[in-house]
């Protein structure tokens, strides 16, 4: 290829895109359908949070499509895959804006939730946000924030792991994201002593930092962790042999399957948790409604995560009775007031735009979770 | 519409992005991959200086191209040792060394967290808050550094540049100090990084390392290659190529759950193909 | 101070990993003078492999093991034959096979995403979880012993093959120049597949043990292959023992620099005696 090629490939490339960005804004808006933009992570990190949410909302929106919408308007979900990058998650939104303009926004992690708030204030559309940080809403007035909150979820967990003297010397063992930089606030509340071993986010070997740990006279490690970094703490803790336990934020993320898969029941006893969410989703009410409901299912997919796709959806639905989708003040206002809905995370409603749940402590016996409070 | 110009600023951040890096590459031939590095320090210094201090943009875009360039010359001081792949692998070290401080430095960066609430540029009262009037500054942001880099791929200094890359010893012994020019070239082509870094923190208004990752070098290499070594417009194009094909791929609609793997594996689909069949690139002169 | 014999296991724990990226990447550095960063994709390659045949076909562990291996040898292999073997004949220059192994690199990795999703995954079963073991007051577990075994067992097996068989007398010979060998009457091509063979088994050997050790995640290629390239040229680059010794010397840093810096920084400090050395002695601790 000489250089003229390509410049002629280049140009009509250009074009291409030209004409391509002029037809889409001449789409044609449907106003019968409440369109809800997603932008998630269906591939890449965080995943396998993103895809089984996606999952539950989808499931909820047939459902409610099913039996005929909200006042008559269906349901339409968009989802966009996002990596958990901000330049990403902002080039999505605008995209979204830009074409399908859809009603309300969901998003799912803070990187993405804190660069598209902004722009989404900026363009009066509700967001809600399933990150753990408050400062979503605390920024945007059109924000919702659902999910777990650290802050006040470790705070509560480390107030029983003390009140129950489970500890005579407590740690965390952490990265440095926001989840648990709010948790580590949280849990020094209750407990102002508190050894900290810090790693970066990606690290799988604690080996050293567990020794560490182990040698400061630590007996209980608290912390919110991804399932994989869990996984790890839990192996190296058992083939060390030292005798900490763990305190989960949250109870779910900790003690999935594959834990099971390479450390014995025995000495995962007396392991603890906090959730408000149905730990081992498939054998849940709700999992077992789902999956009768919806029978091809990938049940890989279910998880806590499809529980709160699927609930968040169930209460738009209550909140669009009484409101139309383009007034944004209504619809949140609309959503933090919802009453009595088909809450399947315990749901007891909003405080300032945050989500609260009924939190549920758990500990670990004869392989499975036991409720202690 | 609206889309259209979100796209077009992101394509004017990245051509001082990508230009600068030919000159480095493509022009002295020295493969570096910490280019996002000095993007990064642009962008963070940039955002500091005007959330914690109150600066105005331009100061606080000035002071960061600064420091990304000092941070560069001591980078460039340390590489100037190392040869061809020693040099590309110790490149690839300061730029995770610089990623993993912008990450765990919690109380200047806020680390994985980010900054938000970046404000947009003003100048003289006014503000650049509606994204055309960005476009414009971003443009003509873009259009300076080009023309500045322009102006020293044709100038002799230029010439002296390809001579390194052509034959450095050759240079040397005719008395030239090759490492003063090498450190010279890294240092500016870092500030322009800088600003690019600076446009980019104001106009989404929020960052976080993950943007200024060892991800982010690669993926401006390959626009230069691409593009094509040791030409400019080569750069540009490249640079347009590049952001356009995350929404073609939109338009082609693949599965949901593989598209940014997908992405991925064109970029390592492009590159080797790029090395196999046309190493200089689609408009370029040299071969890596 | 009862840590310590902990710290100290823990060290040749992570330094076997290291040591075995080293080997395999060192063994192919020697022969072809090229850092191939497609080493790091390979290593993944080969847990995956294991993954697939062991927990979602139900195999046994030892065939899956066996065929993980040659699998990672074999795609090794093949990029040398159809991609690294064409650059070559063209004269590339090493800067040309690094970016085209960085393609490589890049799409391995995006593909082994799309087909094993991002999530985390472990080889164990829990029949055969690991049994630990008491040593001088610290634990070791079972596959830890092997892995280090491994290490030890390959990196005497490749120093003999190189000298002491005919073997390895060709692959000296085209390492110190291609075109002499070739006229000398060695198949060249013959030898240089076979290395790569070799090396990539090696690479997939390691990814095999993480997996077993710890888990499996599509990205962790790269961050393996950069720690088993620092071991490379801390210990010497094309330096069988060098690249052992630069691997146990990383892990020994990363273990005992946690004791009194924060773990956050454990990246930062690899990269940083990284570059210590190349500013000391960047020939590495062996010459080649």
Same mark, same amino acid.
């Given at each position: 290829?000489?250089?003229?090629?390509?410049w002629?490939?280049?140009?009509?490339f250009?074009?291409?895109?030209?004409?391509w960005?002029?037809?889409?804004?001449?789409?044609?808006?449907n106003?019968?359908?409440?369109?809800?933009?997603?932008?998630?992570?269906?591939?890449g990190?965080?995943?396998?949070?993103?895809?089984?949410?996606?999952?539950?909302?989808q499931?909820?929106?047939?459902?409610?499509?099913?039996?005929?919408?909200?006042?008559g308007?269906?349901f339409?979900?968009?989802?966009?895959?996002t990596?958990?990058?901000g330049?990403?998650?902002?080039?999505?939104?605008?995209?979204?804006l830009?074409?399908?303009?859809?009603?309300? +926004?969901?998003?799912?992690f803070?990187v993405?939730?804190?660069?598209?708030?902004?722009?989404?204030?900026?363009?009066?559309?509700?967001?809600f946000?399933?990150?753990f940080?408050?400062?979503?809403?605390?920024?945007?007035?059109?924000?919702?924030?659902?999910?777990?909150?650290?802050?006040?979820?470790?705070?509560?967990?480390?107030?029983?792991?003390?009140?129950?003297?489970?500890y005579?010397?407590?740690?965390?063992?952490?990265?440095?994201?926001?989840?648990?930089v709010?948790?580590?606030?949280g849990?020094k509340?209750?407990?102002?002593?508190?050894?900290?071993?810090?790693y970066?986010?990606?690290?799988?070997? +604690?080996?050293?930092?567990?020794a560490?740990?182990?040698?400061?006279?630590?007996?209980?490690?608290?912390?919110?962790?991804?399932?994989?970094?869990?996984?790890?703490?839990?192996k190296?803790?058992?083939?060390?042999?030292?005798?900490?336990?763990?305190?989960?934020?949250?109870?779910?993320?900790?003690?999935?399957?594959?834990?099971?898969?390479?450390?014995?029941?025995?000495n995962?006893e007396?392991t603890?948790?906090?959730?408000?969410?149905?730990?081992?989703?498939?054998?849940?009410? +709700?999992?077992?409604?789902?999956?009768?409901?919806?029978?091809?299912?990938?049940?890989?997919?279910?998880?806590?995560?499809?529980?709160?796709?699927?609930?968040?959806?169930?209460?738009?639905?209550?909140?669009?009775?009484?409101?139309k989708?383009?007034?944004?003040?209504?619809?949140?206002?609309?959503?933090?007031?919802?009453?009595?809905y088909n809450?399947?995370?315990?749901?007891?409603? +909003?405080?300032?735009?945050?989500?609260?749940f009924?939190?549920?402590?758990?500990?670990?016996?004869?392989g499975?979770w036991?409720?202690?409070? | 519409? $609206?889309?259209?110009i979100?796209?077009?600023?992101?394509?004017?951040?990245?051509?001082?992005?990508?230009v600068?890096?030919?000159?480095?590459?493509?022009?002295t031939?020295?493969?570096?991959?910490?280019?996002?590095?000095?993007y990064?320090?642009?962008?963070y210094?940039?955002?500091?200086?005007?959330?914690?201090?109150?600066?105005?943009?331009?100061?606080?875009?000035?002071?960061?191209?600064?420091?990304?360039?000092?941070?560069a010359?001591l980078f460039?001081?340390?590489?100037?040792?190392?040869?061809?792949?020693?040099?590309?692998?110790?490149?690839?070290?300061?730029?995770?060394?610089?990623?993993?401080?912008?990450?765990?430095?919690?109380?200047?960066?806020?680390?994985?967290?980010?900054?938000?609430?970046?404000?947009?540029?003003?100048?003289f009262?006014?503000?650049?808050?509606?994204?055309?009037?960005?476009?414009?500054?971003?443009?003509?942001?873009?259009?300076i550094?080009?023309?500045v880099?322009?102006?020293?791929?044709?100038?002799?200094?230029?010439?002296?540049?390809?001579?390194?890359?052509?034959? $450095?010893?050759?240079?040397a012994?005719?008395?030239?100090?090759?490492?003063?020019?090498?450190?010279t070239?890294?240092?500016?082509?870092?500030?322009?990084?800088?600003?690019?870094?600076?446009?980019?923190?104001?106009?989404?208004?929020?960052?976080?390392?993950?943007?200024?990752?060892?991800?982010?070098?690669?993926?401006?290499?390959?626009?230069?290659?691409?593009?094509?070594?040791?030409?400019l417009?080569?750069?540009?194009?490249?640079?347009l190529?590049?952001?356009?094909?995350? $929404?073609?791929l939109?338009?082609?609609?693949?599965?949901?759950?593989i598209a940014?793997?997908?992405?991925?594996?064109?970029y390592?689909?492009?590159?080797v193909?790029l090395?196999?069949?046309?190493?200089?690139?689609?408009?370029? $002169?040299?071969?890596? | 101070?009862e840590?310590?014999?902990?710290?100290?296991?823990? @060290?040749?724990?992570?330094?076997?990993?290291?040591?075995l990226v080293a080997?395999g990447?060192?063994?192919?550095?020697?022969?072809?003078k090229?850092? !191939?960063?497609?080493?790091?994709?390979?290593?993944?390659?080969?847990?995956?492999?294991?993954y697939? %045949?062991?927990?979602?076909?139900?195999?046994?562990?030892?065939? @899956?093991?066996i065929?993980?291996?040659?699998?990672?040898?074999?795609?090794?292999?093949? @990029? =040398?034959r159809?991609?690294y073997?064409?650059?070559?004949?063209?004269k590339?220059?090493?800067?040309?096979?690094l970016? *085209?192994?960085?393609?490589?690199?890049t799409?391995?990795?995006?593909?082994?995403t799309?087909?094993?999703?991002?999530? %985390?995954?472990t080889l164990?079963?829990?029949?055969?979880v690991?049994?630990?073991?008491?040593?001088?007051?610290?634990?070791?577990?079972?596959?830890?012993?092997?892995? %280090?075994?491994?290490?030890?067992?390959?990196?005497?097996?490749?120093?003999?093959?190189?000298r002491f068989?005919?073997?390895?007398? =060709?692959?000296?010979?085209?390492?110190d120049?291609? =075109?002499?060998?070739?006229?000398? /009457?060695i198949?060249?091509?013959?030898?240089i597949?076979?290395?790569?063979?070799?090396? @990539?088994?090696?690479?997939?050997?390691?990814?095999?043990?993480?997996?077993?050790?710890?888990?499996?995640?599509?990205?962790?290629?790269?961050?393996?292959?950069?720690?088993?390239v620092?071991?490379?040229?801390?210990? /010497?680059?094309? !330096?069988?023992?060098?690249?052992?010794?630069?691997?146990?010397?990383?892990g020994?840093? =990363?273990?005992? /620099?946690?004791?009194?810096? *924060?773990?956050e920084?454990?990246?930062?400090i690899?990269?940083?005696?990284?570059?210590?050395?190349?500013?000391?002695?960047?020939?590495?601790?062996?010459?080649?």
């Amino acid at each position: 290829m000489n250089k003229k090629t390509a410049w002629i490939v280049a140009i009509v490339f250009l074009l291409i895109i030209i004409v391509w960005g002029i037809s889409k804004d001449s789409q044609v808006k449907n106003k019968n359908v409440i369109k809800l933009g997603v932008v998630a992570t269906m591939s890449g990190a965080g995943a396998n949070l993103g895809v089984p949410w996606v999952g539950g909302m989808q499931a909820a929106v047939d459902e409610i499509n099913a039996k005929g919408g909200v006042n008559g308007k269906k349901f339409e979900l968009d989802v966009q895959p996002t990596a958990i990058d901000g330049a990403e998650s902002v080039n999505t939104v605008r995209y979204l804006l830009a074409n399908n303009n859809p009603d309300i +926004f969901f998003v799912l992690f803070q990187v993405s939730a804190a660069a598209i708030n902004p722009i989404l204030k900026e363009a009066k559309k509700p967001l809600f946000s399933l990150s753990f940080s408050r400062s979503i809403p605390e920024k945007n007035p059109y924000a919702i924030k659902g999910n777990f909150d650290s802050l006040t979820g470790c705070e509560q967990l480390t107030q029983y792991t003390k009140d129950n003297k489970k500890y005579k010397q407590l740690g965390v063992l952490m990265s440095g994201e926001d989840y648990n930089v709010k948790c580590l606030e949280g849990i020094k509340k209750v407990e102002p002593n508190i050894k900290e071993y810090h790693y970066n986010f990606g690290q799988t070997d +604690f080996r050293s930092l567990l020794a560490k740990a182990n040698h400061d006279g630590v007996d209980v490690l608290e912390q919110v962790a991804i399932d994989f970094e869990y996984l790890a703490m839990f192996k190296q803790i058992n083939e060390l042999g030292y005798k900490i336990k763990m305190a989960c934020n949250t109870a779910s993320e900790c003690m999935t399957g594959q834990v099971k898969d390479v450390v014995p029941a025995k000495n995962l006893e007396g392991t603890m948790g906090i959730d408000f969410t149905p730990i081992n989703t498939a054998e849940s009410d +709700f999992g077992k409604t789902f999956l009768k409901n919806h029978p091809t299912y990938d049940v890989k997919n279910l998880t806590n995560y499809t529980a709160m796709g699927y609930d968040s959806i169930e209460l738009i639905s209550k909140a669009m009775e009484s409101c139309k989708a383009d007034d944004p003040a209504c619809v949140v206002d609309a959503i933090t007031k919802v009453k009595d809905y088909n809450s399947v995370i315990g749901s007891e409603g +909003f405080i300032d735009r945050v989500q609260q749940f009924k939190m549920n402590i758990y500990e670990y016996n004869n392989g499975n979770w036991a409720l202690k409070q | 519409m $609206e889309y259209l110009i979100h796209l077009a600023i992101l394509f004017s951040i990245y051509v001082p992005l990508a230009v600068s890096l030919n000159l480095v590459v493509g022009y002295t031939g020295l493969l570096s991959l910490t280019h996002a590095a000095f993007y990064g320090i642009g962008a963070y210094v940039t955002t500091l200086l005007m959330i914690n201090l109150g600066f105005g943009f331009f100061p606080a875009l000035i002071i960061g191209m600064i420091l990304a360039g000092v941070l560069a010359f001591l980078f460039g001081l340390v590489l100037s040792r190392f040869r061809d792949d020693y040099y590309a692998l110790v490149s690839f070290g300061f730029n995770i060394i610089v990623y993993s401080i912008l990450l765990n430095w919690i109380k200047l960066t806020n680390g994985a967290l980010g900054i938000s609430g970046i404000p947009r540029p003003q100048i003289f009262g006014f503000v650049f808050n509606s994204n055309f009037s960005f476009l414009l500054l971003s443009l003509a942001f873009a259009l300076i550094v080009y023309l500045v880099s322009s102006y020293i791929a044709h100038s002799s200094f230029g010439r002296l540049l390809k001579g390194i890359r052509e034959d $450095e010893k050759v240079l040397a012994v005719f008395g030239y100090n090759t490492t003063l020019f090498k450190l010279t070239i890294f240092s500016l082509t870092a500030t322009m990084a800088g600003l690019a870094g600076g446009l980019f923190a104001t106009y989404i208004a929020f960052i976080d390392p993950s943007s200024f990752s060892l991800n982010e070098s690669i993926f401006i290499l390959v626009i230069i290659i691409l593009g094509g070594m040791a030409n400019l417009r080569g750069s540009i194009a490249g640079a347009l190529f590049l952001i356009l094909l995350p $929404e073609i791929l939109r338009l082609v609609g693949f599965p949901v759950d593989i598209a940014a793997q997908m992405r991925q594996v064109i970029y390592g689909v492009i590159l080797v193909a790029l090395m196999l069949y046309r190493p200089v690139g689609l408009m370029g $002169e040299y071969k890596l | 101070m009862e840590m310590v014999p902990q710290f100290i296991i823990n @060290s040749i724990i992570a330094g076997s990993l290291y040591a075995l990226v080293a080997l395999g990447f060192n063994f192919i550095y020697g022969a072809t003078k090229f850092f !191939n960063l497609a080493h790091g994709a390979i290593i993944i390659i080969g847990g995956y492999t294991v993954y697939f %045949f062991s927990k979602i076909l139900g195999w046994p562990a030892i065939p @899956s093991i066996i065929i993980g291996i040659l699998f990672a040898g074999l795609i090794g292999y093949l @990029s =040398e034959r159809f991609i690294y073997r064409k650059l070559r004949a063209r004269k590339s220059s090493h800067m040309i096979m690094l970016v *085209s192994s960085l393609g490589i690199l890049t799409a391995l990795q995006a593909i082994l995403t799309i087909l094993f999703t991002n999530r %985390f995954q472990t080889l164990n079963k829990l029949e055969n979880v690991n049994t630990t073991f008491n040593f001088f007051g610290g634990k070791i577990t079972e596959v830890q012993i092997f892995m %280090f075994l491994a290490t030890i067992i390959i990196m005497i097996g490749i120093v003999i093959l190189l000298r002491f068989t005919f073997f390895g007398k =060709e692959v000296k010979a085209i390492d110190d120049d291609e =075109e002499v060998a070739k006229t000398v /009457g060695i198949n060249t091509n013959y030898i240089i597949g076979i290395v790569f063979f070799i090396g @990539s088994a090696t690479a997939g050997l390691a990814g095999i043990f993480q997996g077993y050790d710890i888990g499996l995640e599509p990205t962790m290629g790269m961050s393996l292959l950069l720690k088993g390239v620092i071991a490379s040229i801390i210990g /010497g680059v094309g !330096n069988v023992y060098g690249g052992v010794l630069g691997a146990f010397l990383l892990g020994f840093v =990363e273990n005992f /620099g946690i004791w009194k810096i *924060s773990g956050e920084w454990k990246d930062a400090i690899a990269f940083g005696l990284l570059i210590v050395f190349l500013i000391i002695r960047p020939s590495g601790i062996f010459k080649k």
